[in-house]
C-alpha cells in the first residue's frame, strides 16, 4: 500500500465555500485510514529497530568494558604470582603442590602461558589463593 503513494489527489477533495464543508466519497476515506495506518505502523516498526540497535549497541560497549577489566584484572593477577614467585623462599613446586595443580602443569602455565591470554581462570584462582593466603600470613 505504501508504494501507492498517498491514496488522495485534489480532485477527491470537494470544498463547499457556502456550508464550509469538505466532503471526500468513502472508499477514499477508507484508503486514506488504512494508508495511515499502515504509515503508522510502518514508524513504530523503524522506532522498534532503532530502540533495538540502540540496546546492542550499549551492550556491546558495556561487554568490551567488562571483557577489558577483566583481562586487567588477570594481567594485575598473574603480575602478583610473578612476584611471589620472585621471593626466594617460594617456588614453581610449592605453588604447584600449595594450588593442587600438577607440576608439570603448573610449570607450564609459569613458564608459557601467564605472560599470555591463554591462562585459564581456574588455575589463576588457584594460584591466587596461594599467593593471597602467603600475603594475609605474613601480614604484607
Known amino acids: 500500500m505504501l508504494t ?3 491514496p488522495l489527489e485534489k480532485s477527491d477533495i470537494q470544498y463547499d465555500p457556502d ?3 469538505v466532503t471526500l466519497k468513502r472508499e477514499k476515506f477508507d484508503a486514506m485510514i488504512e494508508f495511515m495506518r499502515a504509515l503508522a505502523e510502518r514508524v513504530e516498526a523503524a522506532e522498534d529497530e532503532k530502540d533495538i540497535e540502540s540496546y546492542r ?3 556491546a560497549e558495556a561487554s568490551g568494558d567488562v571483557l577489558t577489566s577483566l583481562l586487567s584484572l588477570a594481567e594485575e593477577a598473574g603480575g602478583n604470582v610473578e612476584r611471589w614467585l ?3 623462599e617460594h617456588s614453581i613446586r610449592e605453588l604447584s603442590q600449595r594450588a ?3 607440576y608439570a602443569t603448573c610449570y607450564r602455565i609459569i613458564t608459557e602461558r601467564l605472560k599470555t591470554d591463554k591462562i585459564g ?3 589463576l584462582a588457584k594460584f591466587l ?3 593471597e593466603a602467603d600475603d594475609v600470613g605474613s601480614g604484607s
Do not use: L, S, Y
Open 86 to 88: 620472585e621471593a626466594p
Open 121 to 123: 581462570i581456574g588455575e
Open 4 to 6: 501507492k503513494g498517498f
Open 129 to 131: 589463593k596461594v599467593v
Open 57 to 59: 549497541a550499549r551492550r
Open 19 to 21: 456550508k464550509q464543508e
Open 100 to 102: 593442587g595443580v600438577p
